[in-house]
């Protein structure tokens, strides 16, 4: 055989191998990630618990299993110098075993509270959000927790008594799983937030533009915003959740101002006062009182949403940058005003998008 056409033989064959062994490496990778188990979840955030019909079918189409239900707030109490419970969540449902949920009680803690505690009383908070979470539970016919959620939209300068303040959650109670919320910005600045000591994360996937600045289009859902937060997501050290939003408010400016957020008022019934500046922008063109809510002429309101096309972007840009391993997707949050801007299908192809 000629020289020449026994190394281009040998070129060939190579060649052939390379590419055998790279869509092999894709098969893999690719049976990696259908492999995986997406477990559908959703948050509960009001202050009484009486799931509609709609909502009680929305859970079962979808086969959740856990929901994960705001117990109560932790503020902080400047008369008394000390934090204190606030919001307590009502039942007015408490068929819980019936619908065979997983409850995980969230306990939403302000940043204030902890830049305010001293760090020695971190233990007493610690000791007395057991105690209410215990009572809630015991008072509701609400056993077998497994998990526990802390939410708290810590800092740099605020990490130190939060991540204490958890550690002694740990030792008060060692049943349970303690799991904290992750915002984007604690996972790009990972170095200064700190990585809080608990056994799992739920990354929230929603409130991060600057809500206040008129100049901002969608602080709820922004695709771009999302892209720049998560080069480092596969190297966070806590397993992680994640958590998409679904839900809309509309954003009142005054005098330029940002003056508050309006929900549970639609478009349509803001026509008779207000005029189009915008695709996504109205002005109030007479003082209103409206649903306990009081507009002068002249305010601004941004409306924010989440689209389904927006969830489903962002949904695979998380994608590419998340580890493979078996994860919990959550939506924000369980109501009906908010689940009624979605089809069945939709919803369902949310809860595939991790896939």
């Not at 990630?33 to 009484?48: C, D, E, G, Q, R």
């Not at 409850?103 to 305010?116: G, H, K, L, S």
Request: glycine share 4%.
């Amino acid at each position: 055989m000629m020289p020449g056409k026994f190394y281009l033989i040998k070129t060939v064959f190579l060649g052939l191998m390379v590419a055998v062994a790279y869509l092999m490496a894709c098969n893999i990778n690719n049976d990696k990630k259908n492999s995986l188990t997406i477990t559908p979840a959703f948050y509960h955030w009001k202050t009484t618990f009486n799931p509609t019909g709609f909502e009680k079918n929305v859970l079962q189409q979808n086969k959740v299993e856990h929901l994960y239900l705001r117990f109560f707030d932790v503020s902080w109490d400047d008369t008394y110098q000390q934090p204190t419970p606030i919001a307590q969540l009502r039942f007015g449902d408490t068929s819980l075993k019936e619908n065979r949920l997983q409850i995980i009680p969230t306990v939403f803690i302000t940043n204030e509270c902890i830049r305010n505690i001293k760090p020695e009383q971190c233990k007493l908070l610690a000791h007395n959000i057991v105690k209410l979470i215990s009572s809630i539970s015991a008072s509701n016919g609400i056993d077998s927790i497994k998990e526990v959620q802390m939410d708290c939209d810590w800092t740099a300068s605020t990490k130190e008594k939060y991540f204490s303040l958890l550690t002694e959650l740990q030792k008060i109670d060692t049943v349970h799983l303690y799991s904290a919320t992750i915002r984007l910005f604690q996972i790009k600045y990972a170095a200064e937030a700190g990585v809080p000591p608990v056994k799992k994360g739920l990354l929230m996937c929603y409130n991060m533009g600057n809500l206040k600045s008129m100049a901002t289009q969608n602080s709820i859902l922004d695709v771009g915003e999302v892209k720049k937060y998560i080069s480092a997501l596969n190297k966070y050290s806590l397993p992680l959740d994640i958590a998409l939003p679904l839900f809309q408010w509309y954003v009142l400016f005054r005098q330029g101002a940002y003056a508050g957020l309006v929900q549970n008022i639609s478009a349509k019934e803001f026509q008779s006062f207000s005029k189009p500046i915008s695709s996504n922008r109205i002005e109030i063109i007479a003082d209103t009182v409206f649903k306990n809510t009081t507009f002068k002429k002249g305010d601004m309101l941004r409306l924010e949403e989440c689209s389904f096309h927006n969830i489903m972007k962002t949904a695979d840009v998380l994608k590419q940058k998340l580890k493979n391993e078996n994860r919990r997707l959550v939506l924000y949050h369980l109501d009906s005003i908010t689940l009624n801007k979605y089809s069945t299908h939709e919803i369902k192809s949310v809860f595939s998008s991790l896939h």
